[in-house]
């Protein structure tokens, strides 16, 4: 037991000490990632933004639909779909990018586990952008800024420290199992539909609600919509912070030792 927390301790030790790296790979796999495309880079913009245009106007101009928690349902519906978009990118990206640095990863000194976190800094670019929208679609709606909103920083760590520690895991699995794109489009399918992104949690039965909290996602989705639209501070929402924090901790200390154990075995498959 103490060999794997000291195992852990050094681990994350070694994550801090390479910071500067990681800022450096994941701002050039943000360039790279668009290079030789006309559009470059707007390209991770464009898609995003075209799909919350649909929904506006099918469910808002073409279906009328009511406002939701007293706000227009546009500005509901971003809440819930903007942090999805960059979970799912995210972790997708994190989960193959032993792959794509392939030729980094069979260099003996390299060291490994900074990959999956330049992949999610790199996604974290785009996401910070699209939190810039909240704050921009809520202005032209009329909604003042409060001092609430600057909760969503809170979540944004949150949500980081879920895909970090997932990723660990999945990473590591990818490169022994390579059916794990095919797994990871359908978990995220699954998990998309079992978030409240498009259907408001209470009106489920509180005694199917439970379920539907064991989600991470549900936590971070609703914690978006706490800090714009129902002004509700995280620590109000004691017991779901607990049950996500502890999840989370257990995910990332466990997804930390996988991948080290792992890790001595990547370059042989290779």
Same mark, same amino acid.
């Given at each position: 037991?103490?060999?794997? *927390?000291?195992?852990?301790?050094?681990?994350?030790? !070694?994550?801090?000490?390479?910071?500067? @790296? *990681?800022?450096?790979?994941?701002?050039?796999?943000?360039?790279?990632?668009? =290079?030789?495309?006309?559009?470059?880079?707007?390209?991770?913009?464009?898609?995003?933004? &075209? /799909?919350?245009?649909?929904?506006?106007?099918?469910?808002?101009?073409?279906?009328? %639909?009511?406002?939701?928690?007293?706000?227009?349902?546009?500005?509901?519906?971003?809440?819930?779909? &903007?942090?999805?978009?960059?979970?799912?990118?995210?972790?997708? %990206?994190?989960?193959?990018?032993?792959?794509?640095? %392939?030729?980094?990863?069979?260099?003996?000194?390299?060291?490994?586990?900074?990959? +999956?976190?330049?992949?999610?800094?790199?996604?974290?670019?785009?996401?910070?952008?699209?939190?810039?929208?909240?704050?921009?679609?809520?202005?032209?709606?009329?909604? +003042?800024?409060?001092?609430?909103?600057?909760?969503?920083?809170?979540?944004?760590? =949150? /949500?980081? %420290?879920? *895909?970090?520690?997932?990723?660990?895991?999945?990473?590591?699995?990818?490169?022994?199992?390579? !059916?794990? +794109?095919? &797994?990871?489009?359908?978990?995220?399918?699954?998990?998309?539909?079992?978030?409240?992104?498009?259907?408001?949690?209470?009106?489920?039965?509180?005694?199917?609600?439970?379920?539907?909290?064991?989600? +991470?996602?549900?936590?971070?989705?609703?914690?978006?919509?706490?800090?714009? &639209?129902?002004?509700?501070?995280?620590?109000?929402?004691?017991?779901?912070?607990?049950?996500?924090?502890?999840? /989370?901790?257990?995910?990332?200390? @466990?997804? =930390?030792?996988?991948?080290?154990?792992?890790?001595?075995?990547?370059?042989?498959?290779?």
């Amino acid at each position: 037991m103490l060999k794997n *927390i000291k195992a852990f301790l050094l681990f994350i030790r !070694d994550i801090y000490y390479h910071r500067e @790296l *990681i800022y450096d790979l994941a701002k050039n796999d943000f360039k790279v990632r668009y =290079a030789g495309s006309f559009l470059g880079i707007i390209w991770a913009f464009v898609q995003p933004i &075209i /799909t919350i245009l649909i929904f506006w106007v099918v469910f808002q101009v073409g279906f009328k %639909s009511l406002p939701v928690s007293n706000v227009p349902f546009i500005l509901w519906i971003i809440c819930g779909m &903007i942090p999805w978009f960059f979970f799912s990118d995210a972790w997708n %990206s994190a989960t193959n990018c032993l792959y794509e640095y %392939s030729y980094l990863v069979k260099k003996v000194v390299f060291r490994v586990s900074i990959l +999956p976190i330049v992949k999610i800094l790199s996604a974290l670019f785009i996401h910070l952008f699209f939190i810039s929208f909240i704050f921009l679609m809520f202005g032209i709606y009329g909604f +003042p800024l409060k001092i609430i909103n600057l909760q969503v920083g809170y979540y944004l760590i =949150a /949500t980081i %420290s879920i *895909i970090v520690a997932l990723s660990w895991v999945t990473s590591a699995l990818s490169v022994f199992l390579k !059916d794990m +794109p095919q &797994i990871m489009a359908i978990v995220t399918q699954i998990g998309f539909w079992f978030t409240p992104i498009f259907w408001n949690y209470e009106m489920v039965p509180e005694k199917y609600l439970v379920f539907f909290r064991l989600n +991470p996602m549900f936590y971070i989705v609703q914690g978006y919509r706490d800090t714009f &639209i129902n002004n509700i501070w995280f620590w109000e929402r004691y017991y779901q912070t607990l049950y996500f924090w502890g999840i /989370t901790g257990g995910l990332f200390v @466990l997804g =930390a030792l996988f991948f080290q154990k792992l890790r001595p075995h990547f370059s042989d498959v290779l």
